[in-house]
Every structure is written in structure tokens, then in C-alpha cells.
């Protein structure tokens, strides 16, 4: 038997008739973009993050990089993010003309520590970017007064959280704007490449809206250089159902969580082995988009999960600030970043997901300590 990292079919065979439906719905429209479809899911996603608007767009990266262009323009200047996050975050921020200044996490939760970040403001800083990385919501209170402190925009990377909840509100409505990407593993997913941006700000919605389309409002009327970046009606439309599900879907990933922290929770660790995922911030409702556990051994452990049909993955295995694309340019190679390397050489994330049953997440736990106990690296 193989236990996968995650399986994208049973979600789709799982809601066939809903979806199948919502597909020929939109193939016999005869209309394709900006149709009725998109128009009920930003009201849906708004609605269901608790912000007045939503503009969905062509991906979670284009969520960022849009959201970002419309709230800061083109001025320049600095914006603070995780050290230790995907890509796409920083990348948004080079896309957008600024510059990232990394911020190292926690190394309790691998979220951006709130106690390093004024440190790093300058007097060109201009926005924070929080990731809710792994499906677990960042500190967004002090966040929030660090940024209305130093009159700075805040996004709220929300691509790996949908549908988590900070004090009680759900992510995506904490910051002045959020992004959301539905890449088809995340824990809201469409079956191609989209994303979304959040927000109350009434001007902010209407740059966002006409920076996706060529950067204009009424055809032919371009008042922004903008770009190309849409949700077309099928995605839109198998989103609808998929949004119906997400908050039991989410459920179903807490209930795997769970089974791997009722396993290793029994473990006496020696140090330097972290095998619950990451410790849970104390306001966070967590929605599990990763389990992530930490080991000095990692890659004998890949193996011997792997020899096991078990298959696992890396987030992330090589630093932003270590990334070729980030390499070049004096600043940034002087970016000591020591908390950032050390996650990214000991982490590594267990299967997980909705349709993962809760023998295969026992089997895979078992798995785990077996290595453990082999090498006398955590005693029972
Ligand atoms: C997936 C992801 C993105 C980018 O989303 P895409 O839809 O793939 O462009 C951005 N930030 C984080 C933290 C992500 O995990």
C-alpha cells in the first residue's frame, strides 16, 4: 500500500454530481469570463471571509502582486516578509518594484516573529506581508499595531489558510487586504490556477478590479497599466461547490492532525527532534493545510518513510534567501537568516489532507516512531 502525500481525485470523485453539473452549467452558457458564475463567487468568498469585496484573479501570486501594486503604486520602498515562507511572497514584492526585507519566524511555530519586526522598519517601509503559513494564522493584533503604528499597509498572505480563524475571525478579513490562492492543493481548490484579494477598502477594490483587466473599468478606457489576470466561469463555478465544503473539508484535516498529535504527543524527545507539528499559537483555529514535523536526520528519515510507500514533502527545502533568484544583488547575499536555515533543514511535511483516512495517518505515525526508536533518537 502507498499512502500518497495527497490525492486530488477523491475530491473530485467525492462531489461529481455537483461539480459535473456546474461544469455543464457553464459549457452550455456560451459565456466563458466575467459572467455570472465569478460574480456569485466573490460575493460567496467575501461573504465567507467577512470582508465587503473580492476580485478573483488568475493566482495566489497575482492576488499578491495586484494587491500590493494597488495600495503601494509604484513608488518604491520596502516591504517586510517571512523569511521563511513560499516564494511566491517575495516575489510578489520584487513584481511590484519593492523591495523584500526579511523577517525571521518564531521557531515555535515557523510564523514571522512579531518581536523582530520593527527592528526591521526603515523609514522606506511600506507594507507588511504576514504569511499564515501551514494553515495557521499569524499574531495579526500586534501585527496590526506595529503597522498602524508606522502608517503601513498590511496583506495578509492568506494562500494556505482558507478558512482559518484568528480570535474567533477568519483570516483573510484581518489585515487591510489579504490573497488567496486556489492552486488545486490548497485546502480550497480549483482545478487549474486561481486566486482572489480581499479587502473592505472600497478604492483598493476598484484598482485591484481594473489592474486584472488591462487596468480598465469601462472597455477600452485603460486608466492604470494593468495586466491580464482573470478567474475564468469553470473555475469559478467549481469553487462555488468546493466553498460549500471547505469548513468540513477543514474538519476532516483537523481530525488527521489530531490522530498525529495523539500519536507522537506520547513521546519524550531528546533534542533537537520536533515532532509535533509546530506548537499551536494559542488564538489560532489552525485549518491544516500541513502537518509538519522536524528532524537533524531528515533525509534518512525521507528514506525510511519511503521504503515504507510513504511519501512525503519538503516546505521549504531551500530558503528564499538561498534561491539562485535571490542570490544576485550585494544586499541580499549579506542576509544571515540562522532560524530560517535551521527549519528548512529539519522540516518536512506528512501526508495530509481531507481524503486521507485515519488508518493511513496511523500507519504513517507508526512509521515515524519506528524510525525513531531504531535509532534511539526519542524513547516512548
Ligand atoms: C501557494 C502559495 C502562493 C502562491 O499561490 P499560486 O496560486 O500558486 O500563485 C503564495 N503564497 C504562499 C504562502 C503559498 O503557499
Redesign the pocket.
Known amino acids: 500500500m502507498v499512502i500518497s502525500f495527497l490525492e486530488l481525485l477523491p475530491a473530485y470523485k467525492e462531489l461529481k454530481l455537483e461539480l459535473d453539473a456546474a461544469w455543464y452549467r457553464v459549457m452550455s452558457s456560451g459565456w466563458y469570463l466575467f459572467g455570472r458564475e465569478l460574480e456569485l463567487f466573490e460575493s460567496e468568498y467575501a461573504a465567507y471571509c467577512g470582508t465587503k469585496y473580492c476580485i478573483a484573479v ?7 502582486h495586484l494587491a500590493l501594486k494597488a495600495a503601494v503604486g509604484e513608488k518604491g520602498g520596502e516591504v517586510i516578509v517571512p523569511a521563511h ?5 517575495w516575489l ?1 514584492v520584487t513584481q511590484a518594484g519593492l523591495q523584500p526585507v526579511p523577517v525571521e519566524p518564531d521557531e515555535a511555530t515557523c510564523l514571522i516573529d512579531v518581536n523582530r519586526i520593527e527592528a526591521a522598519i526603515t523609514p522606506r517601509t511600506r507594507a507588511i506581508i504576514p ?3 501551514y494553515g495557521q494564522p499569524a499574531d495579526m493584533d500586534a501585527i496590526m499595531k506595529i503597522a498602524n503604528r508606522y502608517g503601513l499597509f498590511v496583506l495578509e ?1 492568506n ?2 489558510a482558507a478558512g482559518a480563524r484568528y480570535c474567533g475571525m477568519r483570516t483573510g478579513g484581518l489585515g487591510h487586504a489579504a ?1 488567496h ?3 488545486p ?2 485546502n480550497l481548490g480549483a482545478f487549474a ?3 482572489a484579494v480581499t479587502t473592505n477598502d472600497e478604492s483598493l477594490c476598484r484598482r485591484v478590479r481594473m489592474l486584472r483587466n488591462y487596468g480598465s473599468e469601462k472597455k477600452y478606457v485603460h486608466e492604470l497599466q494593468g495586466m491580464n489576470s482573470r478567474l475564468d466561469e469553470l473555475q469559478a463555478a467549481i469553487l462555488r461547490v468546493k466553498l460549500s465544503r471547505l469548513d468540513d473539508w477543514n474538519k476532516r484535516r483537523k481530525q488527521i492532525a489530531e490522530i498525529y498529535n495523539d500519536e507522537f504527543g506520547k513521546l519524550a524527545l531528546m533534542e533537537g527532534v520536533q515532532l509535533s507539528t509546530p506548537k499551536q499559537a494559542g488564538y489560532a483555529d489552525h485549518v491544516w ?1 500541513l502537518y509538519t514535523i522536524r528532524h537533524p536526520s531528515r533525509e534518512a528519515l525521507i528514506g525510511h518513510l519511503a521504503q515504507n510507500g510513504i511519501q512525503v514533502q519538503i ?1 521549504y527545502p531551500i530558503p528564499v534567501h538561498r534561491c539562485p533568484a535571490y542570490l544576485s544583488g550585494g544586499r541580499h547575499s549579506s542576509w544571515e537568516l540562522p532560524i530560517t536555515d535551521r527549519i528548512c533543514q529539519t522540516i518536512l511535511s506528512l501526508p495530509m489532507g481531507p481524503h486521507l483516512s485515519e488508518a493511513e495517518a496511523r500507519k504513517v505515525a507508526a512509521k515515524v516512531k519506528e524510525f525513531l526508536h531504531d535509532r534511539k533518537q526519542a524513547i516512548v
Open positions: 488568475g493566482s495566489g501570486l497575482d492576488a499578491l515562507t513560499y516564494i511566491a511572497t510578489a504569511v499564515h503559513l498572505d494562500a494556505q490573497a490562492s486556489f492552486y492543493s490548497k490556477d486561481g486566486g493545510h516546505h
